[in-house]
């Protein structure tokens, strides 16, 4: 009989005072004799549980006996919980957490509930992206997202200047070794990288959640339009053998190695938001990589290159003279 199973047990009859053996065993995902079993052991190891007999009956903790196994302050139930209760979390400690939040005590259940939906790890990584700095605003995003208030939130996209909006904060997700904020806004769900945040101001305004909002497949919805989007475009090229580790570290899972070339080069292909991004990504790598395709990202490579000539040549003449 496993101890894991009777702690389980001894923790619900705790939280719900009066149980039935058929809603001890759906809780701990065994047959009602087991269920059974397991109250009978209880007894029988010194534990105050009885059988209460007939209509309405079940099992209770004589005079309402209590074991608190934490003693963990909110800050601390919120915390474990932030730290554990993703999606990627293993079956066992899945389990753990169900049986802590049984001993965690009344008042502090909402908040530890509420931090086990908080963030999630999105286990699927194709960039191969080590993980990044995330800015000095998690905190307090995190913390909306526990209290569940709403945020006026700095932004500024590559290029663009950093503007601001009211959004409903809903959770965070790691992946790709950054962070986002997924969070409610006049035009639906968006997700926001926390990298790219400039301010974070949380307001006296309560979140507007969805009804039935689920992070995990709030997320995989999010992920795979900023999916397609990330893999909008392909080129393909020619690179020198040695360029090949750099063009790992560049592209990750996004980088695709083809057959050896006659000259000893090797064709790749790569994906990236647009031909424009590819090209000038690859424009670093000078001769060692040639882009051959298709046509309109060796044009702008071609822009590039003439756009470059005019802003350097004139010092490297000056330099030769």
Do not use: C
């Not at 995989?220 to 392909?234: I, K």
């Amino acid at each position: 009989m496993r101890a894991d199973r009777l702690v389980a047990a001894l923790l619900f009859l705790q939280a719900r005072g009066l149980v039935t053996a058929a809603e001890l065993a759906a809780e701990l995902e065994v047959s009602e004799r087991t269920a059974r079993r397991d109250l009978e052991a209880l007894t029988a190891s010194g534990v105050p549980v009885y059988a209460q007999r007939g209509r309405g009956g079940g099992w209770r903790l004589v005079g309402g006996a209590r074991t608190d196994l934490t003693g963990l302050t909110s800050p601390e139930v919120q915390a474990l919980f932030l730290a554990a209760g993703s999606s990627g979390a293993s079956p066992e400690l899945r389990s753990a957490l169900r049986k802590l939040l049984r001993a965690v005590p009344e008042p502090l259940r909402p908040q530890a509930e509420a931090a086990s939906r908080a963030r999630i790890v999105d286990e699927l990584d194709r960039s191969g992206t080590a993980m990044t700095a995330v800015g000095p605003h998690r905190t307090v995003l995190e913390r909306a997202v526990l209290d569940g208030v709403r945020v006026r939130l700095g932004y500024a996209r590559p290029g663009d200047e950093p503007h601001e909006r009211v959004v409903d904060p809903l959770g965070l997700v790691l992946k790709a070794g950054h962070w986002y904020m997924v969070a409610g806004t006049t035009d639906g769900l968006r997700s926001f990288r926390l990298g790219r945040v400039t301010s974070a101001e949380p307001t006296d305004e309560p979140v507007r959640r969805p009804a039935d909002f689920d992070l995990a497949a709030a997320w995989r919805s999010l992920a795979a339009r900023l999916e397609d989007r990330l893999l909008a475009a392909t080129v393909t090229a020619h690179a020198d053998q040695d360029a090949l580790p750099v063009l790992q570290r560049l592209f990750g899972g996004r980088l695709s190695i083809g057959r050896l070339l006659a000259d000893g080069r090797r064709e790749v292909e790569a994906t990236g938001p647009s031909l424009e991004v590819l090209a000038a990504q690859l424009a670093g790598l000078g001769t060692q990589v040639e882009v051959v395709g298709p046509p309109p990202a060796r044009a702008h490579l071609a822009r590039l290159g003439q756009a470059l000539m005019a802003n350097y040549g004139a010092a490297r003449e000056a330099m030769i003279r």
